[in-house]
């Protein structure tokens, strides 16, 4: 592995909870660990309204290095979601956020809500499109009903993520289309994830990096808490996919994460 180089790059990892429980009793260590392998920022997507204490508390101790996002996800959108919905839209009202997020389609677990997901959405889309802000797109067993609720907002300027890509080249070819960039995480060190073939004629200038810590761990960690020092083990990954130098694919994502979020 080519670790000596990380500590001359700069990674940004775009999507991360680390407000969440489990890094309540390491959250420093982890941030450090990650900081030492090149991550300088770390974006932190709202799940909820439980989430934003723990978030904010986080970006007022590491200002301009953890960002919040402002968002429902899908997957929190039950009965009392329009309340949910309220509150984010409070918190928008409050104070800048840099993105909307995360939101979007989740037909994996639970089908109940569906309309209410739908309309969530929409709504989300709609708040990023007023207010000229990025949107990260979370979505599961959703692909082509979530690229066809997006494109109507994409035709008026609406730009973002599709975090955690793992589709297939018809939808990468479908997403960055719409001018929409691809969150790359653990899901491409897995063998059979088919990311690689799906990446193949996709521009790096369309990839961003993230690690949706502490979910879906790159190899060869699979198994355990995901954190964002493993950022370069994706990066990696990805650096052999694209048959990119490390660094250059470094320099690339970030400037597109830049791009996205600003600064």
């Not at 509150?87 to 928008?92: D, V």
């Not at 979505?139 to 599709?162: N, Y």
């Not at 059979?192 to 200038?205: C, D, R, T």
Request: proline letters at 4%.
């Amino acid at each position: 592995a080519q670790i000596m180089e990380f500590y001359k790059m700069i990674m940004i990892a775009t999507h991360c909870h680390l407000y969440g429980e489990e890094f309540k009793d390491d959250i420093d260590t982890v941030i450090k660990r990650a900081r030492q392998q090149g991550v300088s920022r770390f974006y932190l997507p709202s799940i909820d309204s439980k989430a934003i204490p723990g978030m904010l508390a986080l970006e007022t101790k590491y200002p301009g290095v953890c960002i919040a996002m402002m968002g429902l996800h899908p997957c929190y959108v039950k009965a009392n979601y329009r309340e949910e919905l309220a509150i984010a839209e409070e918190w928008l009202a409050k104070r800048p956020f840099v993105a909307i997020g995360e939101t979007g389609l989740d037909f994996y677990w639970d089908k109940t809500f569906v309309k209410e997901q739908y309309e969530a959405f929409s709504m989300q889309m709609q708040w990023a499109l007023d207010r000229g802000l990025p949107i990260v797109i979370h979505t599961r067993d959703a692909m082509d009903e979530t690229i066809k609720a997006v494109k109507p907002f994409a035709d008026k300027g609406l730009r973002g993520i599709f975090h955690c890509f793992s589709g297939n080249a018809a939808a990468a070819k479908s997403v960055t289309d719409m001018g929409f960039y691809l969150g790359i995480g653990g899901v491409v060190t897995y063998k059979n994830a088919g990311l690689a073939e799906a990446l193949e004629k996709i521009g790096a200038g369309y990839l961003v990096l993230e690690t949706d810590a502490p979910y879906l761990t790159p190899v060869p960690f699979r198994g355990k808490r995901n954190e964002s020092s493993y950022l370069s083990y994706i990066l990696e990954k990805l650096a052999t996919i694209k048959n990119l130098p490390v660094n250059e694919l470094a320099a690339i994502t970030t400037a597109n994460a830049q791009k996205i979020f600003g600064g």
